[in-house]
């Protein structure tokens, strides 16, 4: 360099000669820094083919010069070894496979451990550290497996196990998060993702519980839970339903009820609405009306929101729990029952007595009775509770048979009849009897 044709040094490279340096090369001699100018100097003037550090060794003083002077520029900014580092890398064929660091910069690593000491080496070591944290920041992930640090042994004395790839990609799936993947060529999968995103992974994860359990937390049943999260009401991965979800449905259903809405009239339990009037089928409807304030709502403040702790008026309920079925389709006994707000033992008195037809059919995996929904239809359509004409009427429960014989009112069944718990009338074709 005494040789070389220059009027002064650069800015970088009295700096880099200067004995208070910067940039992380403080503990480094004067050599060792000229050194590393040298080679990152090379690698930016002739690349990584056909051993750059060897074409600079051939060439005269003044080329010497410019490769320092470079490297000691790039020494002072880590961002242009970045840019550095963009440019050297070989262009992948694959696409869609996260690549290591050795086939990006092919014979870089075996090139550092043959020309550099293990002081300079460190120094490139955390430079391609921080260059594969900025690529990952980017959104072009880079793997690098750093073999010389001893991890295993390092997590062993921590008392920590490395979480598999099987069970990483089932988080992954229950959660519904991507990371970049390498695939081997023996196939295997290896994940880019660190402790803290694994530590978040598991985290999200503990949300997602059994439908069983996401039932018992609201108070649903378990085929509720599927039906609502089949429609969205309530996010799910496979079998498994997201507790925020959860949470989130009964905070709006809450926030639904106004603070001065009237109390209800007929005040139920939503879960008891639920099992008694609301079918499985329409639960998603039943529930977006919930949320949108449509029924009169009461919530003990004090107590977690479950379905046992909201109370609904069962008037409205009813009202608004109706949705039209298909005329060819089967419901079970129990569901009739709920159809026309009476209790099992009154329906099933009803089909013994052959007023309401039933047939075997399949509900669900069994053979059971069933009830064509047709002629459950026409069954309401011909008969009647008589309490509920005689209420139309302004008539008390107790006045009801004999106001109905006055007025010849046919009485098809009820305690004075055949035994039954209610009395049952048809339909009068001629409104003038009441």
């Known amino acids: 360099m005494a040789n070389a044709p220059i009027a002064t040094f650069s800015t970088e490279l009295q700096h880099l000669l200067s004995e208070q340096s910067g940039s992380g090369i403080g503990t480094l001699s004067v050599g060792e820094r000229w050194y590393l100018a040298r080679f990152l100097g090379a690698l930016s003037a002739f690349g990584l083919q056909d051993r750059p550090l060897k074409k600079v060794s051939r060439r005269s003083e003044s080329v010497e010069q410019l490769?320092?002077?470079?490297?000691?520029?790039?020494?002072?900014?880590?961002?242009?070894?970045?840019?550095?580092?963009?440019?050297?890398?070989?262009?992948?064929?694959?696409?869609?496979?996260?690549?290591?660091?050795?086939?990006?910069?092919?014979?870089?690593?075996?090139?550092?451990?043959?020309?550099?000491?293990?002081?300079?080496?460190?120094?490139?070591?955390?430079?391609?550290?921080?260059?594969?944290?900025?690529?990952s920041r980017r959104g072009s992930a880079v793997l690098w497996e750093r073999k010389g640090l001893n991890v295993r042994a390092h997590n062993e004395s921590l008392g920590l196990h490395k979480t598999r790839s099987?069970?990483?990609?089932?988080?992954?799936?229950?959660?519904?998060?991507?990371?970049?993947?390498?695939?081997?060529?023996?196939?295997?999968?290896?994940?880019?993702?660190?402790?803290?995103?694994?530590?978040?992974l598991r985290s999200a994860q503990r949300q997602f519980v059994p439908a069983k359990t996401a039932a018992r937390y609201a108070g649903l049943s378990t085929r509720r839970i599927h039906e609502l999260a089949k429609s969205g009401v309530l996010a799910s991965t496979?079998?498994?339903?997201?507790?925020?979800?959860?949470?989130?449905?009964?905070?709006?259903?809450?926030?639904?009820?106004?603070?001065?809405?009237?109390?209800?009239?007929?005040?139920?339990?939503?879960?008891?609405a639920l099992r008694l009037y609301v079918r499985v089928e329409a639960s998603t409807t039943f529930f977006n009306r919930l949320a949108s304030g449509a029924l009169r709502l009461a919530v003990d403040s004090s107590k977690r929101p479950t379905t046992q702790t909201i109370i609904v008026d069962r008037g409205e309920v009813i009202a608004v729990a109706h949705v039209p079925v298909e005329s060819d389709s089967h419901i079970s006994i129990a569901e009739a029952a709920r159809r026309l707000c009476v209790k099992q033992e009154v329906m099933?008195?009803?089909?013994?007595?052959?007023?309401?037809?039933?047939?075997?059919?399949?509900l669900g995996r069994r053979a059971a009775r069933v009830v064509e929904v047709n002629k459950l239809n026409k069954f309401a359509e011909q008969f009647l509770p008589l309490i509920t004409l005689a209420r139309a009427s302004g008539i008390s429960a107790r006045e009801a048979p004999k106001w109905a014989k006055q007025r010849g009112i046919e009485i098809v069944t009820g305690p004075s009849v055949d035994g039954g718990r209610q009395y049952w009338v048809r339909r009068p074709r001629n409104r003038n009897v009441l």
């Open 67 to 135: 490769v320092v002077t470079a490297g000691a520029s790039l020494i002072a900014d880590r961002s242009m070894c970045f840019e550095l580092l963009d440019r050297l890398r070989v262009p992948q064929t694959c696409a869609g496979n996260v690549p290591l660091l050795s086939e990006l910069f092919p014979g870089l690593l075996t090139r550092m451990q043959k020309q550099l000491n293990e002081i300079v080496r460190r120094w490139i070591l955390d430079l391609l550290g921080a260059y594969v944290e900025y690529c």
């Open 166 to 200: 099987p069970a990483i990609a089932s988080m992954l799936a229950r959660v519904g998060v991507t990371v970049p993947i390498r695939h081997t060529r023996t196939g295997r999968q290896k994940f880019l993702i660190d402790e803290a995103d694994l530590d978040g």
């Open 238 to 272: 496979g079998a498994r339903i997201d507790m925020k979800s959860v949470n989130r449905l009964l905070g709006v259903i809450v926030a639904a009820c106004g603070q001065d809405a009237p109390a209800p009239e007929e005040p139920i339990s939503l879960a008891h």
């Open 348 to 362: 099933y008195h009803l089909i013994n007595i052959g007023l309401i037809e039933t047939r075997t059919g399949k």
